[in-house]
């Protein structure tokens, strides 16, 4: 067979390595999908052109450094282990590397790399490691059923969470496909996973993943088996709800009744609300192939991402056959910024210029509407004109110029009036920011959205604190 570049990015992208490779001054010039999971990058380009030390991924980048100079002088390195930083937390990779040649000149390197953080803890005994799946639950599932008495269960399972691993999920997946066996596919991203460990400590993380795993993988026991895709995202192999009002069903439960997400994690040191945002998309009803299904779920979980986290997108194909991760992905705060900013300017007074900017801010913070209080104390809507309540005891509610809830529990004990407001009009989650110039306080500004627990973001906070300050000007 020839090889091809087709058959070479096949290769490549299926591998569960991480694959990387650079230039001879040691810049990126590309990376594997493994690699983009692993770090949770959407493309490439974000590094493209950089070297480690531009993207901080090392507390102590020189080894890193003195390793790639020597493989560019001629050497080759094969698993040498050091550590690296993944969204806030420190963890151990053996890497290997070599020499990229054109003729006999050394034009770069090309390297790869495997954590092995909880194999480690595991081994040490210092982790919170533990076993889910048995050998007698996956003999359930003809295609663990075939292969358990050859392959040990360590190696199917997830040394940490003890789901599947995700080489292991990848090929359960593949079997049902060859065998036209219906399926639903869920991808589920644990929300601000860095908070965990920078709050709580080192093993917070750890924690957060064995509690959630465990109680997804024993509320979906007999029907579904649950794997750890990598760092924060688990998957969802689901046999039994592949119709859409089955899988609405189920995602609503999982949400609400479950004990799965929207749960309170212990640790030594405190406790953290812990919640997740999923992406779901069926086999064969909405994807014929195992690139089609992964790429479906990963935009419907993006899609939650964007749209406030704490949620689930089910693949629906009259809803979502446009929608495009690059117009969702161009969300950068400067990029808000910059078109509230033209867009104000075209405009004469306040709520004219709200006005203005409502199709961008209903696009980037993914609002139906905006709300606004006055000197007078009403709130009003931006697009629905017949909205006005009495919510003048909003000052009471902080002396902080953003404030954000994922209920309306602080509210209610805080400011009654504006907590009416909210409740009477089914708004359940909010975030409010004071339209201020130095000492003198002209108004308020509200996000609001008629669902509950949904989690605002540093960049959401941002944008609309930006325009609180474009209207005080």
């Known amino acids: 067979m020839e090889m091809t570049v087709t058959l070479f990015d096949s290769i490549i992208n299926t591998s569960q390595d991480c694959v990387f490779w650079k230039d001879k001054d040691r810049r990126f010039l590309g990376v594997n999908q493994a690699f983009l999971d692993y770090y949770g990058f959407e493309s490439a380009d ?3 052109g950089k ?8 507390s102590d980048p020189e080894p890193f450094k003195q390793d790639e100079l020597k493989v560019l002088s001629g050497m080759s390195t094969y698993k040498v282990q050091g550590k690296c ?7 151990d990779i053996i ?5 990229l040649y054109e003729g006999n000149e050394i034009v770069g390197l090309v390297g790869s790399f495997v954590d092995i953080t909880d194999v480690l803890r595991r081994r040490n005994g210092y982790d919170n490691s533990q076993v889910v799946y048995t050998i007698e639950k996956l003999r359930k599932y003809s295609f663990f059923d075939r292969i358990i008495d050859e392959i040990s269960l360590d190696e199917i399972l997830d040394p940490l969470t003890g789901i599947l691993s995700r080489a292991y999920a990848i090929k359960f997946i593949q079997s049902l496909i060859d065998e036209n066996r219906p399926f639903t596919f869920s991808m589920l991203d644990l929300d601000n996973f860095k908070f965990f460990n920078d709050n709580f ?38 046999l039994h709800n592949t119709e859409m009002a089955d899988k609405r069903s189920f995602f609503e439960r999982l949400y609400s009744d479950s004990n799965v ?11 953290a609300y812990v919640t997740a945002t999923a992406g779901a998309a069926s086999y064969p009803a909405d994807a014929g192939s195992f690139d089609d299904i992964f790429s479906l779920t990963d935009k419907m979980l993006y899609l939650g991402k964007s749209s406030g986290r704490n949620c689930y997108t089910i693949y629906d194909r009259a809803e979502h056959k446009d929608v495009e991760i690059t117009k969702l992905a161009n969300h950068g705060v400067y990029t808000a910024m910059s078109r509230l900013k033209n867009d104000m300017e075209k405009t004469e007074g306040p709520l004219e210029k709200l006005r203005a900017v409502m199709p961008y801010i209903s696009e980037f913070l993914q609002v139906e509407d905006l709300y606004h209080i006055g000197g007078d104390g009403r709130m009003r809507a931006v697009i629905d004109k017949n909205f006005e309540e009495a919510a003048e005891d909003i000052s009471f509610l902080t002396d902080d110029d953003v404030f954000s809830d994922l209920t309306l529990d602080h509210i209610e004990k805080k400011s009654p009036l504006f907590y009416t407001a909210l409740k009477n009009n089914g708004l359940e989650s909010v975030m409010t920011v ?3 110039k130095k000492e003198k306080i002209f ?9 509950s627990y949904r989690i605002w973001q540093e960049n959401e906070c941002a944008v609309l604190y930006y325009l609180a300050g474009l209207l005080a000007e």
């Open 443 to 451: 108004g308020y500004l509200i996000c609001a959205v008629k669902r």
């Open 51 to 58: 070297n480690d030390e531009d993207m901080g991924w090392h």
């Open 85 to 91: 930083i993944i969204r806030g937390e420190e963890r």
């Open 201 to 238: 400590g080192h093993g917070a993380g750890d924690k957060v993943l064995t509690t959630v795993s465990k109680e997804l993988a024993e509320y979906t026991e007999g029907f579904a088996l649950a794997g750890r895709f990598g760092g924060d995202e688990l998957l969802l192999i689901d």
């Open 261 to 271: 997400f929207r749960i309170k994690v212990d640790f030594d040191n405190g406790s």
């Open 434 to 436: 004071r339209v201020r």
């Open 46 to 48: 974000i590094l493209i």
């Open 95 to 99: 890497a290997s590397k070599r020499p």
